[in-house]
C-alpha cells in the first residue's frame, strides 16, 4: 500500500515539472514582454567589473536592466509600446536605441532620431550594443612650448626689428653685399615701380574711409 | 601706376575688413565661450558628491566573502553592500524608483538574492563581492488582487513564496532559487484562522492569534514541511487576556530562529514545533528585540531608547535567561531615535572574547554600526536621500571684521565718537588687535594642526557658506559647502514636509543680532502648521523656537520689510482665510502685499491682498482664475521669480545699437497645467499670470503633450519642460518678454502691476532635448550681471549646463552687438563637456538648487536626489577671480628677472658713459 502511495506521489512531481517548463510563454500571454540585448563593453575596460557601472534604462529609468557577466541583459515585464533604450556609463557612450513592440508582440529596433521622427534606420534585434567613445568631461590644460612662444606674433614683432637694426648694419659693412645692394637699387630705379611717396600720398587721400573704420574698429575693441 | 595704387587700395581694405571680421571672431569666441567644463586636475577641488542609499529595509552581514561587507536593501530600492569598517558604499545597484522596483526580500546564500517589484516580480541574483548581476527570472501571480500580502523567503536554496488568503487558506510556492523552476505544486493549507492584522511570518513558521475575545488561540503553522502540523496554545498562557488589545510582532533583524513578541512584552520562540516563552521579558514597550545566534546559544538582544536614561542596549541568554553583561551597553549622550536592530553579528575571537556588531535602523533615517560596549563605528544619515527643501545661509564675519565694520557704520559711529580723537584710538586699537590675531595664526602655522577645520566665518569671496537641507522624514541638517561635513543636525518626529518651505528670515550681516532661519510644515497626522525657528550656523532653537499652530496652512511668504531688529516677519495665510503674522508685531509693516493660492488638483487660483487695518492684517479676495477652464487641468508646477533677485541690466543692445527693454516684472508666475482635451488628447498650457492683479500675461498652449514638473523663471526669461506625444520627445519651451524698443516706466521707478495696462511682447521657441530630465534650474549670481546658464538633471545621472544663447527664442539671428548667436537647431546640444559632474553619476537627481557665491561670477549649485552633487559654476569665466592655475612662481621669476636687468644695464651704461667721455 505504502509503495503504491509512493508511486503516486512521483508522478505528481514529474506532472509539476511538466507544467513549470510552461511558465515563461505564459508570462508573454499576459501582454509583458522582455527586451533583450548584448552590452560590448569598450576594450580597456573588459577586464574590470564593468557591469557593475554600466546599467540600462528604458525610457529614462521607467525600467531598469541590469547586465550579466558575460555582456546580456534581460528587460522583463515590459507591456507593448515604444521604448528608448539607453546604456547608461560614466565614461563611454552608447548610442541609444528605440524598441517597438507592437500589440502581438512583434519587435523592432531602430536608431533613435528626435527630429525626424518618422524616420526608420533599423537595427538588429536582439540588440548588440558597442561603445562608440569614450566622453571627452574635461579641457585639455594649455601646456607652455617654445615654439607656441617663438610664433607668438608679439614676440615676432619684437625680435624682427631687432634682427634688422643688429644684422642690417653689420651686413652693410660688407663690401660684397654692399655691392649686390647698390645692384638692387639701380635694378628698382630701371623698372616702373612707383614712387613710394607718390603711392602713399594716394593711398592716404583716398583711404580716409578705411582708415575711419580701423579707428572705429579700436573704439570697439576698447569697449569690450 | 595708378591702377596698381588701386588695386592695393581695394586690397587694403580688403585686408582690414578681413581682420575686422576676424576681432569679431575673436570677440565672439572670448565672449560666448560655450565650453564651460573644468580642466582634469580640477576634479574634486570645488565639488564633492555623497552616496546615500536611504532608509534600510532590509539588511544582512556578508561574513562568507574575504571582504566583509553589509548588504543593505532600502526603502528607495538600493540594493548597496557597505563597507564594514567605514560604511562606505562598496557597490551599489539602483532599481526603479516606482513600485516595479520595490525589494521585497534580501537574502544571502552564496549569491545575494533579491526578490523587487510588485507582480509581476524579478528574482535575481547577484555576486556579493562584485555586485555583477549573476541571474535574473521573473515570476507573476495569477491572484493580481492578494499578491500585496506575498512573503518571500529562502529556504535551502529554494524560494517560498507564501500568499494568505486571509479567512481561508494559505497559498505555498516553492522556487529553485536559480532558475525559477516551480518544485513541488502550489500547495493550499488550509488555514480558517488566518486574520489581517494579527498574523506574523517567522520563516518558516506562519503565526496567528486567532479566536473570540476572551478566548484567543495562538496558532502556529510550518508551511513549509510536507505534513500540516498546526501548533495550538491558548493565549492566556502567556498574557492576561483581560488588558490584552492585541499586538503580534516578529523580532527585529534577520534572525534565523522564529520568534515573535506578544503585546510587545512577551517573547516567544518556536522549537521543536513548539512555543516557548522566555523568561526575558521586554526591557522597554518601545524597545527593538532581536534574537542572534553566538557561540555560547542563541541571545536576545533588545535596544531601545530613553528620554531620561538615553541608549540602552542588553543581552540575555534564551536558555538561562541569564544576562550577557559584556553586550549591555547604557549611554546618556547617545541619541538614537527609535533604534531597531536591523541586524546583528557575534563572533568570538581568539582569546574567547565575544565580538559583536550591530546595526541599527533609526527613526531619523540614520543607521549605525555598533560594537559591543557601545562605540559607534561609524553612522551613515541617510536622511539625506530624501532632502525636500534647500537653504544656502551666508556665514557671519569674524569678531575682528564686525568691529572694524562698525566703525564705518555711520550711525554708530556717530553715537560713540563724538570726537576725531576717540575715532582714532578705536582706528589704532582694532588695527593692533588686527597685529595681534596675524602674529597668532603666524605661530599657529607653525604648529601641526593644517588641516584644522576652518572656523565658520565668512571668507573673503563669499564661498564659503552653509547649507540647510530639509529632509523628508524631518531631520534638518547644516553642512558646509565646502567639505560636505555635516555641522549640526536637528531632528522633530512631528515634522511632516510635504510642501515645506525654508525662509532666510535674517542673515548674519546684523551683528549682534544671530541669523535666523525658519522652516513652515505641517504636523505629522493632523496636518496643521508647524514652524520651526533655528540659527542655521549652530542649529540651535531661537525665535518662535518650534511652534505648533492649530490650524492648516494655506500660504506663506516673508514680509519684504525686515523689522528693528532686521527680521524679516513671516507671513501666515490659514485655512479659514486668517492672517498670522510672525512676530505680532511686525503687522503694521504689512503694506502692498499679495498672496495667491493655487489648488494643484482643480487648477483654481485666488489672489489675496494683505491689508493692516489698525488691529490685524486682513486677507481680502482679489482675483480669481480658473486655469484648465471647464475641462479639469491640474496645476503641474507654479512657478514664481526668486524672491532675492535683483536685475541690474534693464535691457539687451541690438546690432543696430537699439536697446530692447526686458519685462521685469517681479510678481509673474508660471503656472504649467495639463488637462485632457476632446480633440488632441492632452494639452499642456502655460499661463503667466501677473499674480498682484491676476492679469494674464502670456499664454502658451502644447496639443498632444504631457507636461514635467520642471521650469525656470527668472528675469524676463521662462522656460518649461513637457513631453511631446505626438513625436514621443522631451521638449522645452522658452518664453522672452520684452517691453519694446522703449521704457515703460522711467529708469529706476519701481514697477507696478497694478498700473501698467500693457502687454509686453513675447518671444516663443522650443528646442528638443534629446534626454529624460528629472530637474531644472537657473544659476544665480549676487547681481544677475553674468550670463544665466539652465542647469538641468537628466535620468542618466548627469547635470548639464545649457547656456541660455541656445535656448534664446532669437536664436539663428544676431545678438547683442554683433555677437553671433548660434545658428538655428532643433535640437539642444548635451556634450560631454557640458556636464557639470563629469564621470560621477548621480543616482536620480530630484532637484537642483543655485545660490549666489560673494563673488559676482560665480553661483554654487547643490543637486539632490539619492546622492549630493555640489558644485560651483562660472557661466562667464570667473572674470573677478585669478585662475587657480595662475603660476605666481613664474611671474615672480620674471620680475625678479626684469629687475636685475634694469639694474645691472644701468649699471653696464653708466660704465659705458665713462668709457666714452675718456675717448
Known amino acids: ?145 617654445l615654439t607656441d612662444f617663438l610664433f607668438n606674433p608679439m614676440v615676432i614683432m619684437m625680435i624682427l626689428p631687432l634682427l634688422f637694426i643688429m644684422i642690417l648694419p653689420k651686413m652693410m659693412n660688407d663690401p660684397e653685399t654692399k655691392e649686390d645692394l647698390k645692384q638692387i637699387s639701380n635694378l628698382a630705379k630701371m623698372s616702373e615701380m612707383p614712387e613710394m611717396s607718390e603711392m602713399f600720398t594716394s593711398l592716404f587721400s583716398g583711404g580716409a574711409a578705411a582708415k575711419a573704420s580701423a579707428a572705429k574698429a579700436k573704439q570697439v575693441k576698447k569697449r569690450q | ?33 560655450l565650453s564651460v567644463c573644468i580642466y582634469e586636475d580640477q576634479i574634486g577641488k570645488f565639488d564633492w558628491r555623497q552616496t546615500y542609499v536611504g532608509r534600510i529595509k532590509f539588511s544582512q552581514f556578508d561574513t562568507v566573502s574575504t571582504a566583509k561587507k553589509i548588504i543593505v536593501a532600502t526603502e528607495e530600492n538600493v540594493l548597496a553592500a557597505l563597507n564594514l569598517k567605514t560604511g562606505q558604499v562598496v557597490w551599489r545597484h539602483v532599481f526603479e524608483s516606482a513600485s516595479t522596483g520595490n525589494i521585497q526580500l534580501l537574502a544571502i546564500t552564496d549569491k545575494v538574492v533579491t526578490v523587487s517589484g510588485a507582480n509581476p516580480y524579478l528574482v535575481r541574483g547577484w555576486d556579493s563581492a562584485t555586485g555583477v548581476l549573476q541571474w535574473e527570472w521573473s515570476l507573476s501571480l495569477e491572484n493580481d488582487d492578494q499578491s500585496d500580502f506575498s512573503e518571500w523567503w529562502v529556504q535551502n536554496d529554494l524560494l517560498i513564496h507564501m500568499l494568505p488568503v486571509f479567512g481561508s487558506h494559505l497559498e505555498v510556492s516553492m522556487y529553485h532559487l536559480a532558475t525559477g523552476q516551480n518544485r513541488g505544486y502550489t500547495s493550499k493549507l488550509p488555514a480558517s484562522w488566518a486574520r489581517d492584522s494579527s498574523c506574523v511570518v517567522t520563516p518558516p513558521y506562519y503565526t496567528c492569534i486567532s479566536g473570540e475575545k476572551g478566548s484567543q488561540q495562538l496558532i502556529s503553522l510550518d508551511v513549509t514541511s510536507q505534513a500540516v502540523q498546526l501548533i495550538t496554545r491558548p493565549l492566556s498562557e502567556y498574557v492576561n487576556l483581560e488588558t490584552y488589545d492585541g499586538g503580534i510582532r516578529a523580532v527585529d533583524g534577520s534572525s534565523v530562529i522564529p520568534a515573535f513578541t506578544i503585546e510587545d512584552k512577551k517573547i516567544i520562540m518556536i522549537k521543536n514545533n513548539k512555543f516557548e516563552m522566555l523568561t526575558t521579558n521586554v526591557g522597554d514597550a518601545s524597545a527593538s528585540v532581536a534574537l542572534i545566534d553566538i557561540a555560547n546559544g542563541p541571545v536576545v538582544l533588545q535596544a531601545w531608547m530613553d528620554d531620561n536614561q538615553g541608549f540602552t542596549m542588553t543581552a540575555h541568554s534564551v536558555a538561562t535567561g541569564a544576562e550577557l553583561p559584556e553586550l549591555r551597553v547604557t549611554d546618556r549622550n547617545l541619541k538614537l531615535p527609535d533604534p531597531e536592530v536591523s541586524s546583528a553579528v557575534c563572533t568570538k575571537s581568539n582569546r574567547e572574547q565575544l565580538v559583536c556588531r550591530v546595526l541599527f535602523n533609526c527613526g531619523d533615517d540614520s543607521m549605525h554600526l555598533m560594537q559591543q560596549g557601545g562605540r559607534v563605528l561609524w553612522s551613515r544619515e541617510e536622511a539625506l536621500a530624501n532632502v525636500v527643501a534647500i537653504e544656502f545661509v551666508e556665514l557671519p564675519v569674524s569678531d575682528l571684521d564686525a568691529a572694524i565694520e562698525s566703525e564705518f557704520d555711520q550711525k554708530e559711529a556717530a553715537k560713540m565718537y563724538s570726537s576725531i580723537w576717540a575715532a582714532f584710538s578705536r582706528r589704532l586699537q582694532t588695527q593692533f588687535t588686527q597685529l595681534q590675531t596675524l602674529i597668532q595664526s603666524i605661530q599657529r602655522g607653525e604648529g601641526l594642526e593644517e588641516d584644522a577645520p576652518s572656523a565658520l566665518v565668512r571668507d573673503y569671496f563669499g564661498l564659503h557658506k552653509i547649507i540647510v537641507l530639509v529632509t523628508d522624514v524631518g531631520k534638518i541638517f547644516g553642512m558646509d559647502n565646502l567639505s560636505g561635513a555635516i555641522l549640526w543636525q536637528y531632528y522633530e518626529a512631528d515634522l511632516d514636509t510635504e510642501g515645506v518651505v525654508v525662509f532666510t528670515r535674517r542673515t548674519a550681516r546684523h551683528p549682534p543680532n544671530d541669523a535666523y532661519l525658519t522652516v513652515v510644515g505641517k504636523q505629522e497626522g493632523t496636518g496643521n502648521g508647524l514652524i520651526i525657528s533655528l540659527n542655521p550656523i549652530t542649529g540651535t532653537l531661537i525665535g518662535e523656537r518650534l511652534l505648533k499652530l492649530d490650524v492648516q496652512l494655506l500660504q506663506c511668504t516673508l514680509l519684504h520689510r525686515p523689522d528693528n531688529e532686521k527680521l524679516h516677519a513671516l507671513i501666515l495665510l490659514d485655512k479659514e482665510e486668517n492672517v498670522q503674522v510672525l512676530p505680532r508685531s511686525a503687522a503694521p509693516l504689512v503694506e502692498n502685499m499679495f498672496m495667491y493660492v493655487a489648488e494643484r488638483n482643480t487648477a483654481r487660483v485666488q489672489g489675496y491682498a494683505l491689508v493692516f487695518n489698525g488691529q490685524e492684517v486682513e486677507a481680502i479676495r482679489t482675483w480669481l482664475i480658473q486655469l484648465g477652464g471647464a475641462a479639469g487641468a491640474r496645476i503641474v508646477r507654479a512657478l514664481a521669480k526668486p524672491p532675492a533677485e535683483r536685475v541690474h541690466s534693464p535691457g539687451r543692445v541690438l546690432p543696430d545699437r537699439s536697446v530692447l527693454y526686458k519685462y521685469v516684472n517681479p510678481n509673474l508666475v508660471l503656472f504649467v497645467t495639463e488637462g485632457p482635451d476632446p480633440v488632441h488628447k492632452d494639452v499642456v498650457v502655460a499661463t503667466c499670470v501677473d499674480a498682484a492683479s491676476g492679469a494674464i500675461v502670456a499664454a502658451q498652449v502644447h496639443r498632444r503633450a504631457r507636461a514635467l514638473p520642471h521650469a525656470v523663471h527668472t528675469e524676463h526669461y521662462l522656460a518649461y519642460l513637457y513631453y511631446n506625444d505626438k513625436h514621443r520627445r522631451t521638449e522645452i519651451a522658452t518664453l522672452e518678454l520684452y517691453e519694446g524698443k522703449t521704457r515703460w516706466l522711467p529708469a529706476g521707478a519701481a514697477f507696478s502691476s497694478l498700473s501698467s495696462e500693457r502687454a509686453p511682447s513675447v518671444e516663443r521657441q522650443a528646442f528638443i532635448l534629446s534626454a529624460a530630465p528629472t530637474a531644472a534650474a537657473t544659476t544665480v549670481t549676487e547681481r544677475s550681471l553674468t550670463d544665466k546658464h539652465v542647469l538641468l538633471a537628466l535620468s542618466s545621472g548627469a547635470v548639464v549646463e545649457v547656456p541660455w544663447v541656445y535656448l534664446e527664442a532669437r536664436r539663428g539671428g544676431s545678438g547683442e552687438e554683433g555677437v553671433v ?7 539642444l546640444p548635451l556634450s560631454g563637456d557640458a556636464r557639470l559632474n563629469y564621470n560621477r553619476t548621480l543616482a536620480r537627481p530630484a532637484a537642483i538648487h543655485a545660490a549666489p557665491a560673494g563673488l559676482e561670477s560665480t553661483s554654487l549649485v547643490l543637486t539632490t536626489g539619492l546622492d549630493l552633487f555640489y558644485t560651483r559654476v562660472a557661466p562667464s569665466k570667473t572674470f573677478d577671480l585669478l585662475k587657480d592655475d595662475f603660476d605666481y612662481y613664474l611671474i615672480t621669476v620674471v620680475l625678479a628677472g626684469l629687475i636685475v636687468a634694469t639694474y645691472s644695464t644701468k649699471y653696464f651704461a653708466s660704465r659705458k ?6 675717448k
Not at chain 1, 533583450?36 to 531598469?64: A, C, M, S
Open chain 1, 1 to 145: 500500500m505504502k509503495q503504491l502511495l509512493s508511486i503516486v506521489l512521483s508522478v505528481c512531481t514529474f506532472s509539476h515539472v511538466l507544467s513549470a517548463v510552461n511558465v515563461p510563454e505564459e508570462e508573454v500571454g499576459n501582454g509583458r514582454y522582455s527586451i533583450e540585448g548584448k552590452v560590448f563593453p569598450p576594450e580597456e575596460l573588459e577586464l574590470g567589473p564593468w557591469q557593475v557601472d554600466t546599467r540600462i534604462h528604458v525610457n529614462g529609468g521607467e525600467y531598469i536592466g541590469f547586465i550579466r557577466g558575460d555582456g546580456t541583459f534581460v528587460i522583463h515585464n515590459v507591456p507593448s509600446g515604444s521604448y528608448v533604450v539607453e546604456i547608461i556609463h560614466p565614461d563611454y557612450m552608447y548610442e541609444p536605441v528605440r524598441v517597438e513592440i507592437n500589440s502581438k508582440g512583434k519587435f523592432r529596433a531602430r536608431k533613435v532620431n528626435y527630429i525626424q521622427t518618422s524616420q526608420v534606420i533599423q537595427v538588429p534585434y536582439p540588440l548588440r550594443l558597442k561603445a562608440l567613445s569614450k566622453f571627452r568631461y574635461f579641457q585639455v590644460r594649455e601646456q607652455w612650448r
Open chain 2, 1 to 33: 601706376m595708378g591702377l596698381l595704387s588701386i588695386y592695393f587700395k581695394s586690397n587694403f581694405l580688403g585686408l582690414l575688413k578681413c581682420l575686422n571680421k576676424l576681432n569679431w571672431f575673436i570677440v565672439f569666441f572670448s565672449l560666448i565661450n
Open chain 2, 821 to 827: 548667436l548660434p545658428a538655428h537647431a532643433p535640437e
Open chain 2, 913 to 918: 658713459m665713462l668709457k666714452q667721455a675718456w
